[in-house]
């Protein structure tokens, strides 16, 4: 079953679940002769049990607020943002990679770059958000960056086994 935009429906119950399932249906209706890539990430924070993890996008229409709301008057702020890549091959093959960037929610939104909930994510060793350090620091840094850079590794190592 798709969801009104006609892609598949998030139910897995994991990142990695969630994002096979994309390049699946990507398999499915993409060129067979092209890789597929599925994506599926979150924000999980400690005091609310490290949700809301795989719900992130549907866990409030307005995330930040309610992201703040929750965490009033809480002293532990730790989070981490967590990214999934699967990467799908022509012959079927399957691989992935993992990211996680690790730090703590900010008490209010500072910044004007990236979305989601880079205007509270302070990532760990800076005093700044994601969205005041930028998309460029994102591409180096973001939990989609790790992600991409084990998957590169996961493709390298089916590369030399083959």
């Known amino acids: ?11 897995g119950e994991t ?3 969630n994002a096979q399932a ?15 890539l599925g994506e599926d990430s979150g924000i ?3 005091a609310l049990d ?13 995330w930040i607020e309610a992201l703040l709301a929750a965490l009033d008057g809480v002293e532990d702020r730790r989070a981490r943002y967590v ?14 990679g993992a990211g996680t960037l690790e730090g703590r929610i900010a008490v209010e939104p500072r910044g004007s770059q990236g979305f989601g909930y880079d205007p509270v994510f302070v990532p760990g060793g800076e005093d700044r958000t994601v969205a005041e350090l930028g998309d460029s620091w994102k591409r180096a840094h973001s ?10 590794g996961a493709l390298s190592a089916a590369r030399a086994a083959s």
């Open 143 to 152: 939990h989609r960056a790790g992600a991409a850079a084990a998957l590169r």
């Open 15 to 17: 990142y990695a679940e």
């Open 50 to 62: 490290w949700g809301p993890g795989i719900n992130s996008a549907r866990w409030s229409e307005d």
């Open 22 to 36: 994309k390049a699946r249906y990507g398999r499915m209706v993409g060129p067979a002769s092209d890789w597929m």
């Open 44 to 46: 999980e924070v400690a």
């Open 83 to 96: 990214c999934e890549l699967v990467a799908i091959a022509p012959d079927g093959n399957e691989l992935s």
């Open 1 to 11: 079953m798709l969801e009104a935009d006609g892609y598949p429906p998030e139910t």
